[in-house]
């Protein structure tokens, strides 16, 4: 296999594992050679090459036999002069651990800086947050638990976090890793018996961060290490930046006091972006765009239109605008409202279904195997009452609707009843997990 022909395989990974994945564990793979069956790869760092090796090796085996190179084995191999260190390794100048000072942390994106970040209302606050952190002065709050939907910018800001750190305090050791990267590195030091020398490294860090902490809920003796290395490294003051999908509070299988530490410090959502947040970041992207592809031009109205339609998440938007410059670049032609609507027709399709509160009662009401008419009629029961403030939930989260035009929905309730019930079931969420199940699986199948 050829370096191109690897270029290739690499391409059908992309499609197959996500960006972030591919950006993240396949991008730095170096291809080495094939002999005697097995496949070599260069990485930065071990850890690297295990976590690959466990995640991706069968992945990258099935493609490289699409493509015509059948191996039995993939390898990894950590290059003896690294290249440009994609890991946050960072370097400890009176080294305190002797000569493999190696933090076990998660490569950064070089693209996710301050300077990239777009600040709008919905995210400001969460920027101010972890700009504070990233200043590496006395900490102030800990942790600093940044949560919101996905596509929202927590890995981004968590790794401008890292990077700026760094920057300035270039002696601060800093860890930044997945939730399930602190899991994998946890049961790997259990079945290698090597649980001190693992408590030791997390317990010397002086920044930690863990993106996606939702991801450990269940896992209980993950949680238990991941207790306890929270509270050393707090006890020692040093600063801890946890991310999650939603608030602490709201984490199932995940146990109380664990809830309570992780509520201790600042927690700040990231809210679903706006117009303006969206048109930001695409004028941004495309300003970037337009130095890659020159002589491309991009209609008036085009960012508009996008920032109007695509209202999901930021990474959807991005894949938005990266595929149009690329087709328009492909075909040689000018950006125009056209051909956006032709190019981008499936994901435009799939940003439109609006849901509405007849369908969410509809389906609600099937779920729970109640009349569609005990909705809007004024049953008090439970096992009526219950699900249609699920639904009033559901409303107010999937619509647009106010408050008070929601309760007209709901047989003309008052505005603060329909509060109640939002409320109500926030509440609930975070004890009853067949509850949280049931909404999740609701949203599903109403956003399709
Ligand atoms: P999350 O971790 O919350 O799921 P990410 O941080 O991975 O989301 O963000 C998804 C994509 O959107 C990334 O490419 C990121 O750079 C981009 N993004 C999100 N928010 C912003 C923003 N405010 N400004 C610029 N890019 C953003
Ligand atoms: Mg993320």
Not at 1 to 15: C, F, H, I, S, Y
Not at 41 to 58: C, H, I, K, L, Q
Not at 152 to 180: F, N
Not at 381 to 396: E, F, G, H, T, W
Request: with cysteine; charged share 25%.
């Amino acid at each position: 296999m050829t370096n191109d022909a690897w270029g290739k395989v690499r391409e059908e990974l992309r499609q197959r594992v996500g960006k972030n994945n591919y950006v993240t564990w396949i991008e730095p793979l170096k291809f080495a050679a094939i002999q005697d069956g097995v496949a070599r790869f260069e990485v930065p760092t071990m850890f690297f090459g295990d976590w690959v090796s466990r995640n991706f090796a069968d992945q990258i085996r099935v493609q490289m036999a699409h493509a015509g190179s059948v191996v039995d084995r993939v390898e990894f191999a950590v290059v003896a002069k690294p290249a440009e260190a994609r890991a946050v390794r960072v370097p400890a100048p009176q080294s305190r651990h002797g000569a493999d000072d190696d933090l076990p942390g998660a490569p950064l994106d070089k693209r996710f800086t301050f300077d990239s970040f777009v600040v709008g209302k919905p995210n400001e606050l969460a920027h101010a947050a972890a700009r504070r952190v990233a200043e590496g002065g006395p900490v102030t709050f800990n942790p600093l638990f940044l949560y919101g939907g996905v596509g929202l910018g927590k890995t981004h800001l968590m790794h401008a976090m890292a990077h700026e750190l760094q920057t300035r305090k270039p002696h601060l050791r800093v860890l930044y890793l997945s939730a399930e990267q602190f899991m994998y590195r946890f049961v790997q030091a259990l079945r290698e018996r090597e649980i001190m020398g693992f408590k030791e490294v997390f317990r010397s860090v002086d920044v930690l961060m863990v993106d996606d902490v939702q991801f450990i809920s269940g896992k209980d003796s993950t949680q238990e290490e991941f207790f306890h290395t929270f509270n050393a490294l707090v006890d020692q003051n040093k600063q801890i930046v946890i991310s999650a999908d939603r608030a602490p509070g709201e984490i199932k299988d995940l146990e109380d006091r664990i809830k309570s530490r992780l509520q201790c410090g600042l927690v700040v959502d990231l809210h679903p972006t706006d117009y303006e947040l969206r048109l930001g970041i695409l004028q941004t992207k495309a300003e970037y765009y337009r130095t890659q592809y020159r002589g491309l031009v991009l209609a008036d109205g085009v960012l508009e239109f996008l920032a109007h339609r695509i209202t999901t998440n930021v990474r959807v938007l991005e894949g938005a605008l990266t595929r149009l410059f690329a087709f328009a670049s492909l075909v040689g032609r000018e950006i125009t409202l056209d051909l956006t609507q032709d190019c981008l027709s499936d994901i435009l399709r799939a940003s439109d279904r609006k849901v509405t509160i007849e369908e969410i009662q509809r389906k609600v009401a099937e779920h729970y195997n109640i009349r569609l008419s005990d909705m809007i009629g004024p049953k008090r029961l439970r096992i009526i009452a219950r699900p249609r403030q699920i639904a009033m939930y559901l409303a107010k989260q999937l619509t647009p609707r106010s408050l008070p035009e929601i309760g007209r929905r709901f047989g003309g309730r008052d505005h603060t009843t329909i509060m109640h019930g939002v409320r109500r079931i926030e509440e609930l969420m975070a004890t009853d997990s067949q509850l949280s199940d049931d909404l999740q699986l609701l949203r599903r199948l109403l956003q399709g």
